[in-house]
């Protein structure tokens, strides 16, 4: 089967730092995607995980571990500007994306 | 500036009436991407093509057209037969599909409502 659970929502303040979580169940592995996607706007991509361990990218950085499933998107100094949702997609064995409903973040001064 | 935009943002349909959907992307990828979004779920993918004249069906493309006459677009059809069309409706491409780290870049979307 397929499924890719992430939380619907998460508040955090500005300045701190927030994990997003996301665990997956999917026939085959591909690599595991995160987009940000402020709302009513395009998403766009974040980040890109094939083999465990931790990609980092300025404030942003992914973590996978395959054996478990499970992926988060760690994001530190938040701005106000990181209020979004952020979806996290696997790519299954016929490199087809697989969403989740995505998980809207709010930041607070 | 490369990108890819759909048009229009906004769109209206009565009951019954086919709309078209317009995708067109300048970045000189090969495979281009249908999507729909509805809130509390995940993109769930209507169509997609890997190559100019080629397409295949997604997960949920009943009451759904398209065609990939060039390579540059990608218009989307909604047809009366599609029970539930009120959605948003995102396009997406990517410089090849097949791979694993197949990056897509998504259009600004549009939104369709029907009366």
């Known amino acids: 089967g397929q499924n890719i659970d992430q939380p619907t929502e998460m508040t955090a303040t500005e300045g701190a730092i927030v994990q997003i979580n996301c665990t997956y169940q999917t026939s085959g592995f591909n690599g595991l995607f995160w987009y940000q996607q402020h709302a009513g706007e395009a998403p766009t991509f974040l980040s890109y995980?094939?083999l465990d361990g931790l990609e980092e990218k300025g404030r942003f950085s992914s973590f996978l571990s395959r054996s478990k499933g499970y992926s988060y998107l760690l994001l530190k100094e938040l701005q106000m500007k990181d209020s979004a949702s952020y979806l996290c997609a696997d790519m299954d064995s016929n490199y087809q994306l697989i969403w989740g409903a995505g998980t809207k973040l709010i930041i607070k001064p | 500036d490369g990108g890819i935009t759909q048009s229009p943002k906004y769109l209206f349909r009565k009951e019954g009436q086919n709309v078209t959907l317009s995708c067109e992307q300048n970045l000189n990828h090969d495979a281009m991407y249908w999507y729909r979004q509805d809130p509390g779920q995940g993109l769930r993918l209507i169509y997609y093509?890997?190559?100019?004249?080629?397409?295949q069906k997604g997960d949920i493309a009943e009451g759904y057209s398209v065609s990939r006459e060039k390579k540059e677009s990608f218009p989307l059809t909604v047809t009366s037969a599609q029970k539930n069309p009120t959605a948003f409706y995102l396009c997406?491409?990517?410089?090849?599909?097949?791979?694993?780290?197949?990056?897509?870049?998504f259009g600004a979307g549009s939104r369709l409502t029907v009366l």
């Open positions: 093509s890997q190559i100019v004249n080629d397409f």
């Open positions: 997406a491409s990517s410089i090849t599909g097949g791979t694993g780290a197949n990056v897509l870049t």
């Open positions: 995980n094939v």
